[in-house]
């Protein structure tokens, strides 16, 4: 009897024995975990297998789940084990130390939860939705879209037209037309203006929208003085003078505005600058028998100026050549109204130009020059939307006349299609 209670009192202190140093062990194991900066522990690794062969067990699919794909599945077992919830709630209850640790289990599952609560709701109302919302997400990706172009653009070193006005005019400057003929024109001695032909209402109130579609001709671009050049050109290149110049401006009208163009390159002045205008009606009258929807004429020239005087700006860090609309008023200080040279389109000529000056000032501050006013008709008469542009001078480079092409077709491509109007 004393040998076998020996032997059991020695079972029972081994047992003991197993038991500490199990526990020794599983706290080494635990130490061992901490200092991994958090990784899982081997206590932690086991009671995790066997929760997950416990899952299994119950639910023998598991097996066989795919393990990325098994979230949504653990979540609602999770769910059905009340005691294992709490468990893992009171464990995760560290909100002091939240903004150090990575997302825990149950934040997991309240993410997969109301991740599932989204797709419910989602899932009834998305066919309703999209067709309310089918116009907006249209317009924003074509606003996107702009953008992006706008951006590749101007990193490509390309021109990018202003999209809102950096300057504006107060409406009680604009109704005085003395604010008007001292900020917007400039008026030669041989000739005089009225007031009544500067009231902003009148002047704005002329319709210069087209009214032709681009399946005909719409806009004249020729050259009176073909034979003008800036101050780099090579003598006997037409690409290098005033006409290299109009057929750039032309080509941007086409290709980025969608306008049908014609450029007419005839050769007016070659023999004397005297007659040229006279010359040039021969040619114009034939162009224009030849394609009578042409809406709007513009002589484009190049001032003559002193010789230091540089007329140049930047436009979107290019040097730019500044230009200048030009009106003939059929009317002299001396003769009064020139019966001889009549032109039944006087006034509609101010209001384009001023249309296409104020809209140039708004959105170009400083491009511009002020509008000159001379006393002759320079064959403005030949349409309402005829004018007469003055492109830098023969102190420009030919590069800042081409650069000043893009900012000028905008500005003819916004009051050809009503945009300078939007906010009237």
Request: net charge negative.
């Amino acid at each position: 009897m004393n040998i076998s209670h020996k032997v059991r009192k020695q079972g029972i202190l081994a047992v003991i024995f197993l038991l500490l140093l199990v526990n020794l062990m599983m706290r080494a194991f635990s130490d061992i975990g901490d200092s991994m900066g958090g990784q899982e522990t081997p206590g932690e690794r086991i009671y995790g297998i066997a929760l997950q062969h416990g899952i299994r067990f119950v639910s023998p699919y598991m097996t066989y789940a795919n393990d990325g794909g098994n979230n949504r599945i653990q979540y609602w077992l999770y769910r059905n084990m009340p005691l294992e919830m709490s468990l893992l709630l009171e464990a995760e209850d560290d909100s002091h130390v939240t903004a150090y640790r990575q997302p825990s289990v149950i934040e997991e599952m309240a993410a997969i939860e109301n991740s599932l609560a989204y797709e419910n709701s989602l899932g009834s109302s998305i066919e309703t939705e999209s067709h309310d919302s089918g116009q907006e997400d249209n317009s924003g990706q074509q606003a996107l879209e702009e953008a992006v172009l706008a951006e590749n653009t101007a990193a490509a070193g390309g021109f990018v037209p202003a999209k809102e006005p950096v300057a504006e005019y107060s409406e009680q400057q604009l109704a005085d037309p003395s604010f008007i003929k001292t900020t917007f024109y400039a008026e030669d001695p041989t000739t005089q203006i009225r007031p009544d032909q500067l009231q902003y209402s009148t002047l704005m109130g002329f319709d210069a929208a087209l009214k032709q579609d681009s399946s005909d001709v719409q806009i004249l671009v020729y050259h009176t003085h073909s034979q003008e050049a800036y101050i780099d050109s090579t003598p006997g290149d037409p690409s290098t003078s005033i006409v290299g110049v109009g057929e750039h401006l032309c080509d941007i009208l086409r290709t980025q505005y969608g306008f049908n163009v014609l450029h007419h390159t005839g050769e007016y002045d070659v023999q004397s600058r005297d007659n040229a205008y006279a010359n040039a009606m021969k040619g114009l009258d034939k162009v224009l028998a030849e394609h009578p929807t042409i809406e709007v004429m513009i002589d484009l020239h190049r001032d003559q100026t002193n010789p230091d005087t540089k007329l140049v700006t930047t436009i979107q860090e290019k040097p730019t050549a500044r230009f200048m609309f030009f009106n003939g008023l059929c009317y002299t200080r001396a003769l009064g109204t020139l019966t001889n040279l009549p032109n039944p389109y006087v006034q509609d000529n101010i209001s384009f130009a001023f249309q296409m000056h104020l809209t140039a000032e708004e959105y170009y501050p400083g491009l511009t020059r002020r509008i000159y006013l001379k006393g002759y008709r320079y064959n403005l008469h030949y349409r309402p939307k005829s004018v007469l542009i003055e492109l830098g001078s023969q102190t420009n480079t030919v590069e800042e006349a081409m650069n000043a092409c893009d900012p000028i077709a905008h500005v003819i491509a916004m009051v050809l299609n009503g945009e300078n109007k939007n906010e009237e």
